[in-house]
């Protein structure tokens, strides 16, 4: 399989909510985010990664290979296909 028609992306709006917020939790608990706000917390910022999922900052990203799925920021995907790309011109 092509590396670059393994992975997709998936628009937030067709995964439930309560998909979508598991999702956004574990990427808030990845990069490190503080939680232990006594004011918002985790609600706080899973409210703020749904603005940036809906501004295009964020990407859900299925893996087909791997059956996962998991959030990145636009960056991270960008730095990821260049990745992937370059791998695979050296495979050639």
Known sequence: MDPRERFIEVPS???PAETRRALLETFVTRQGYDTTDVGEGMVGWVA???GQLSRGKLLIVHDIGTESTE?????????????????????D
Request: aromatic share 8%; net charge negative; proline share 0%.
């Open 13 to 15: 709006r067709m995964l």
């Open 48 to 50: 703020e990664l749904e």
């Open 71 to 91: 959030v990145m920021t636009l960056e991270q995907w960008q730095s990821f296909g260049r990745q992937l790309a370059d791998d695979e011109e050296e495979g």
